[in-house]
């Protein structure tokens, strides 16, 4: 007996050996990634931005780190530990973690215990039975395994998304934290433009009351006060709600408190000319996606397999006794029980046929679901360098108004201080040097936050956690 246990044994190891089953090679994936649509239309230009051959372990990110301090960083870290998405995801994650354990069960036996009892009515006995079964179906074409593979490669690509979500949240509070700057910086700037507009209105009142100013002037700076008064009130209630979405995203209760710096810290590295392939194909997304295709490829094996026939193999060990017999009978007479059995889908209507199918559209689905990821990767990527090139001049186009208008207000004050010119006139030019300045940091705000947008096109490494 012993020796057709062994004998069998042995069978179930070779049968075991999962024939259908393949891995998916580098060169797999590569062949299913080039029959995309997206790619076949897709023209690399002359000046592609992208490297191949530099290695992205010796690509510089200075010129993101210039933007980090002290209480940015300390925001990051806090949010990715108390930000509610951040935690909601990470149960998720855990879920998807424990589906994949779950998935490899079926590739080893199940023993269950069986213990029973039945009356006969007629005879008045009593049937008892304890046993211990165990069945095991020989993965022979590598169905379950091409299931439990699947699961793991959905846990990889949930893994990637849970990644993509804490780098999206520190590049959305980085992103708050310079919104905030700005509106700090433009409250001062406008309180100070109103102390100066009221240091002007006293000076129209005394020069009224010796005949060198009327009331008009005194009408046109009070208008004036006015106007940016309601303006500042707008520009303390943005930046308030800019605190409390900074605040909630940090997980703290959305007072719009916060409170951070009034200036700008210089960025004085330019961004680099190209960038390494490799940064991309890192990309958190992207690497999601690739997972997904090495999902879909073992479901497709799994639905293949699924039209084959499967073998398993079942055995039960216990004991069985009536109470006609002495108790201890019930132990003394052991049952031992080995089977197999083979199962062959025959007709189910093309039923698992068209599973395949469905796979393999799916499949199809899938490699241009991951094309379109490439694509939106190199579209966010060439847009944040564009848009960067040009605030970069829009920039020096503002800057060198603001010197010109600061020249010809200060021009008109020495007009004024001999009569040849109003206070009208000088007004106007104050207003539209407010205007300049406001788009100034505005500029300078958006500036920053396109080198944001294009570090998180470039996967988003070394500076915001993962």
């Known amino acids: 007996m012993y020796k057709k246990l062994i004998v069998l044994g042995v069978l179930s190891l070779s049968l075991s050996s ?31 931005i992208f490297d191949r ?69 007629v005879s008045e006995t009593q049937l008892r039975r304890l046993a211990l079964k165990a069945s095991w179906e020989i993965d022979l074409w590598g169905k379950n395994k091409s299931s439990q593979m699947a699961s793991t ?20 509070i980085a992103k708050a934290y310079f919104l905030n700057i700005a509106g700090n910086i433009q409250e001062d700037k406008i309180e100070s433009y109103i102390q100066k507009s009221k240091d002007l209105e006293k000076l129209y009142t005394l020069q009224k009351k010796v005949g060198t100013a009327n009331a008009l002037d ?30 909630l995203l940090t997980g703290k209760y959305p007072e719009g408190k916060l409170m951070t710096q009034s200036f700008f810290n210089p960025v004085n590295n330019d961004i680099p000319e190209s960038f390494p392939l490799q940064l991309l194909e890192n990309r958190s997304d992207i690497q999601a996606s690739h997972f997904q295709i090495e999902k879909v490829f073992y479901e497709v094996q799994q639905a293949k397999a699924a039209r084959l026939p499967s073998i398993s193999i079942s055995s039960s060990l216990g004991t069985a006794g009536s109470n006609v017999e002495s108790l201890n009978s019930l132990f003394s007479n052991p049952l031992l029980k080995v089977g197999s059995g083979l199962v062959s889908p025959l007709f189910n209507n093309g039923k698992l046929k068209k599973n395949v199918e469905i796979k393999d559209s799916q499949q199809k689905q899938i490699v241009e679901e991951y094309s379109k990821t490439v694509l939106n990767a190199l579209n966010e990527v060439e847009l944040s360098l564009a848009n960067l090139h040009s605030i970069e001049k829009q920039s020096s ?16 004050q020495k007009q004024i201080k001999v009569g040849a010119n109003n206070s ?25 936050i396109e080198r ?8 988003a490494e070394h500076f915001i956690s993962s």
Not at 21 to 44: F, R
Not at 153 to 172: R, T, V
Not at 397 to 412: C, G, H, Q, V
Not at 452 to 459: E, F, V
């Open 153 to 172: 490669s959905n846990y990889f690509s949930a893994k990637h998304q849970n990644i993509l979500l804490h780098q999206s949240i520190a590049g959305m």
């Open 424 to 448: 009208f006139v000088l007004i106007r030019k104050q207003r539209d040097l407010l205007k300049n300045e406001m788009n100034l940091i505005n500029l300078d705000l958006q500036y920053r």
């Open 397 to 412: 186009y503002n800057t060198k108004a603001i010197n010109e208008l600061k020249n010809n207000i200060s021009l008109t």
């Open 53 to 121: 051959k530099t290695d992205a372990d010796s690509f510089s990110y200075e010129w993101i780190t210039d933007l980090k301090d002290q209480q940015l960083e300390a925001l990051i870290n806090e949010g990715m530990q108390y930000n509610a998405d951040i935690i909601i995801a990470r149960e998720k994650l855990n879920q998807v973690k424990l589906a994949m354990e779950i998935a490899g069960s079926d590739l080893y036996p199940s023993v269950s215990a069986v213990a029973n009892t039945s009356n006969n009515l």
């Open 18 to 48: 999962c024939i259908g089953y393949k891995e998916p090679t580098k060169e797999n994936m590569d062949q299913l990634k080039e029959k995309s649509e997206i790619v076949s239309h897709l023209q690399i230009p002359d000046d592609w």
């Open 218 to 247: 005194i009408s046109n700076i009070s208008a004036e006060i006015i106007s940016l008064e309601g303006y500042l009130e707008k520009v303390k209630n943005a930046n308030i709600q800019s605190r409390r979405s900074l605040e």
């Open 452 to 459: 944001i947008n294009l570090y998180m096109a470039l996967g």
